[in-house]
């Protein structure tokens, strides 16, 4: 046997394994073969094709790193007459502010259009916002073209990862949707390197061809786009169920018409989106809040958002120039090297460890490592930070920097592969893109805050700043030990029945939450048992 083969899995090795992922039922329906997924060219064509709504993250993580970049461009800070702090508030300000509306907007749109129609508009205005904000004469036009950037992001962002989760292959289905906001450093790297290349230019390109190239994956999206699916559940929910199940039949069959994978597929989500008690329930506020079941997810998406953009690093994603200034290392070329060399780390650590790992860990474990791992390194960073500001010692301000490191790569493991994921996960159909909204909007509302606060308690606080986000993150520790559930092994359909039990808020899936491997595999051999019979 050669060092790089693996040894072949028994069918039922291969079923338990499946089990793990998907559950029960729908393994029971999975074709049980050793081909992986990149020798069947249905699977190939539709992950590629997701590949158009992962593109959505990049476009946002474009934003981040390269405002950083371009605080650090001596070029855009003379043109815009060295903006004050306040001023960079503002300017960072304008595009989660532009999300929000967005949001707002795009919510029944894509109920009442379809997620791909809201996609293409989405990738138009993104594209129309890039060229403005390339092309500003003033501060004011720079800030409008921030404001309708974020607008035409945040059509974009909220139907990306809905779609993902409701067109992936079954046993795909926790990878593919953890993957898409690990786009998001493909755009920050992108975008790091692209303003350290021009950083050497002289004159106005050196700023203005980055933030044109803003544009360039929506370009993208905006042209394979004719070839992406439409959501089969929103097919079905409008009534065109052979369309749907001739979607499915394609990517999710190999073009079986007996298929008893799509058989299933389609009648649970028929089940899901048209019956009585589903056709009762128009989403409306009223509803989402006097529900139980409704709350808690709100609850825990909230939870989500509010930590996924007050961990403290934000302090790191939009104002890293101004970290490394507090503790010594003000040349521009060392800092855009850290922005850049970040951003890779960041790609490794969310893929690898982060959207790698989410159907072996769980989503769970995943937050409690991540909580913990962040509250003692960014302990770790303030202490660093206060050495420095008392004896102005070099070694303290450059230890500063692994630290950097260590604080993201536990940020990175969670927050970044399930900000998204995991909330499309808890909500039904019926609530799924009003869900999704609600976590995008508290995300940047949230972000907004941190945007205008960030630059002035820096400056005003210096490490002292940092203690807030000591104190959040310890809190976080407590909200995912009490309140988040697994979701790990289940459908979307599953989730949605385990958290319609629910009878009160105060109630928890204990036994999805807490079981302990031994009853895991237990599971698996009873399912594996029953299946085989």
Known sequence: MSWFSKPKKSAEERLADNIRLVGPDIAATLPIDEKPWWTQMHLVRLNALLLVCCMSAATVGYDGAMMNALQINPNWKAYYNYPAKAKLGAINAMMPAGKIIGFLFVAPFSNRFGRKKSLVLA????????????????????????????????????????????????????????????????????????????????????????????????????????????????????????????????????????????????????????????????????????????????????????????SGNTVVSYYLTLVLDGVGITNPTHQSLINGGLQIFNLLTTVGCGAMMVDILGRRLLFQLSAVGMTVSYVIWTILNARFDATGSAAYGFAVIPMLFIFYFHYDIALTPLLYSYPTELFPYEWCSWGAAFTLIVTNLVLIIRQVCNPIAMAKLGWKYYILFCVLDAIFIVEVWLLFPETKGKTLEEVSRMFDRLENPGLIDVESSSKTDEDENEKEKVACHEISK
């Open 123 to 310: 990738f138009t205005l993104t594209i129309i916002g890039a060229a403005i904000q390339a092309g500003s004469a003033n501060l004011g036009l720079l800030i409008f073209s921030r404001f309708f950037l974020g607008f035409g992001c945040g059509v974009m962002s909220q139907p990306s990862p809905i779609l993902l989760a409701e067109l992936a292959y079954p046993t795909h289905r926790g990878k593919t949707t953890a993957l898409y906001h690990c786009f998001y450093f493909v755009g920050a790297i992108a975008a790091a390197w692209i303003t350290f290349g021009t950083l050497k230019m002289t004159g106005d390109w050196s700023w203005r061809i980055p933030t044109l190239l803003q544009g360039g994956a929506p370009v993208f999206q905006l042209l394979f786009s004719y070839w992406l699916p439409e959501s089969p559940r929103y097919l079905i929910a409008k009534g065109r169920d052979e369309e749907a199940r001739a979607l499915l039949v394609k990517y999710h069959a190999a073009g079986d018409e007996n298929s008893e994978l799509v058989v299933h597929e389609v009648a649970q989500i028929r089940e899901a989106v048209r019956t009585e008690t589903n056709s009762e329930k128009r989403p409306t506020v009223k509803k989402m809040l006097t529900s139980p079941a409704n709350r808690r997810r709100l609850l825990i998406s909230a939870l989500v958002a509010i930590a996924a953009q007050w």
